[in-house]
């Protein structure tokens, strides 16, 4: 049967979604704007990333610089992967950083300003499923906050894999049981079990890898070493 011709209803309330190739231009001329504009490039990695704390982040650089966090492709190809199509001189230099879950903040601050704040910058929040646990040991609830399960959740938390059951309505506990072991991946079972008993495991961090300074026109590797170095410079 041939489709109807007539005219459809198209609703106005329904926002129309920017195209893909549209954003990664934007994108692709927003970080060139943005290397003109500000005295470094700084590339830097994230390490159990959180939209929320990323935000915050974005926010503590708003009034003297911009962030970015999108197609590592397209930031690249932004700042330019070769001497011949580098956005600016030694821009090139940090195209080997943009890989994996990296970003961009380009800033007017100083390099060991940046580097100082983000080797001090840590938020706690709880682990997700494919994580690993960064301990292993019990005990970490407050002994005022050490309350018995309500007997609603029992059926939960033995679907989790908790050897429970119920006496004369409360939980109990058959025997020892270990919810996550340092080292290890979570499942998603044991990051609800961490999550419903209060234990965060999982720390937001960023790493910056390198930087390029406009004024050297030049990319500093940045690791454990070399931002010490970096800070005590400055």
């Known amino acids: 049967m041939p489709k109807s011709k007539r005219a459809r209803l198209i609703h106005t309330s ?3 979604k920017t195209p893909s190739k549209a954003r ?13 504009s500000y005295q470094h490039v700084f590339v830097f990695a994230v390490d159990n ?8 982040v974005r926010q503590h650089f708003a009034t003297d610089g911009r962030l970015f966090f999108g197609k590592t492709k397209v930031m690249a190809k932004a700042l330019g992967a070769t001497v011949e199509s580098e956005h600016a001189p030694g821009l090139a230099g940090l195209a080997a950083w943009l890989a994996g879950s990296v970003g961009l903040l380009c800033t007017d601050r100083g390099a060991e300003e ?5 080797a001090g910058y840590c938020e706690v929040d709880f682990a997700r499923a494919g994580g ?3 301990r292993g ?16 959740l029992e059926v939960t938390v033995r679907k989790w894999g908790m050897p429970t059951r119920l006496e004369k309505g409360k ?51 940045v690791g454990k070493e070399a931002a010490a170095e970096v800070m005590k410079e400055g």
């Open 132 to 134: 690993r646990a960064t």
């Open 14 to 16: 329904v926002v129309q």
């Open 114 to 118: 940046v580097v100082e704040f983000f």
């Open 49 to 56: 990333m959180r939209n929320t704390y990323l935000k915050a």
């Open 171 to 221: 939980v109990v506990l058959g025997e020892e049981y270990v919810v996550a072991v340092e080292g290890q991946e979570l499942s998603s079972q044991q990051t609800a079990l961490l999550k419903l008993f209060g234990v965060a495991m999982a720390e937001f961090k960023v790493q910056i890898l390198a930087y390029w300074s406009a004024s050297t026109q030049e990319v500093v590797e």
């Open 24 to 36: 990664s231009a934007s994108l692709y001329a927003a970080v060139q704007a943005a290397a003109d």
């Open 137 to 152: 040991r019990g005990g970490e609830v407050a002994v005022e906050e050490d309350v018995a399960l309500p007997h609603s």
